[in-house]
């Protein structure tokens, strides 16, 4: 049968503001997480990195949060632009073996 | 001008046909990846391979091939056994780990329409 698509998690800022997007990892003994940034009809695009040694690590314009008590990442965007309107994902590496589990991913909307 | 690249970014066929998705990298990445990404939905993982010559399923493999005769090559095979094969597919290669990074690079993706 035809399967249904899901309706993605949404946040909706206005332009020049700080976005906040937040994610919930699975597994305590992840080791790495990355966000992606992915435009419509294109391939995820690296935005920033952090390992589980780390609680924050800092880019240009963005910022990763990890909080490994509560298994929670969060990417904030500063300045936010309509460029930045994307789906972004998460995603956790586990162990040496170099795969990527990710996340359902959030659409993040800029409305001028 | 390094990367990975993913053709055709549009396929069509008819039920019950194989296909086959092109992946090729010039990035020199020991590992590569295939993902299946449906409207809504994060990606799923259908085969990873690590080394040439070797290759894993992932969480979504029923239906799927792979080959892994080249290093910069990682062709996957969507077979008629796949039931709901229309979807967008991702290829990723990574440095297997190498480093601090597991950052894995992305292909554009094929968007594949089974009718």
């Known amino acids: 049968g035809e399967s249904v698509g899901l309706h993605l998690p949404t946040l909706s800022v206005q332009e020049g503001d700080n976005s906040i997007i937040n994610c919930a990892y699975s597994?305590?003994?992840?080791?790495?997480f990355i966000w992606y940034k992915q435009e419509s009809g294109k391939g995820p695009q690296f935005i920033i990195d952090i390992r589980s040694n780390m609680d924050k690590r800092q880019g240009q314009r963005v910022t990763v949060l990890l909080n490994k008590t509560v298994k929670h990442l969060s990417l904030q965007i500063a300045a936010t632009q309509p460029g930045d309107s994307a789906v972004y994902f998460c995603a956790e590496n586990i162990g040496q073996g170099g795969k990527l589990i990710f996340g359902q991913g959030t659409e993040l909307s800029v409305k001028p | 001008d390094g990367g990975i690249t993913q053709s055709p970014k549009y396929l069509f066929r008819k039920e019950g046909q194989n296909v086959t998705l092109s992946c090729e990298q010039n990035l020199n990445h020991d590992a590569m990846y295939w993902y299946r990404q449906d409207p809504g939905q994060g990606l799923r993982l259908i085969y990873y391979?690590?080394?040439?010559?070797?290759?894993q399923k992932g969480d979504i493999a029923e239906g799927y091939s792979v080959s892994r005769e080249k290093k910069e090559s990682f062709p996957l095979t969507v077979t008629s056994a796949q039931k709901n094969p229309t979807a967008f597919y991702l290829c990723?290669?990574?440095?297997?780990?190498?480093?601090?990074?597991?950052?894995?690079?992305f292909g554009p993706g094929t968007r594949l329409t089974v009718t």
């Open positions: 597994n305590s003994a992840s080791d790495y």
């Open positions: 990723a290669s990574s440095s297997r780990g190498g480093g601090d990074s597991y950052e894995q690079y």
């Open positions: 391979s690590q080394i040439v010559n070797d290759f």
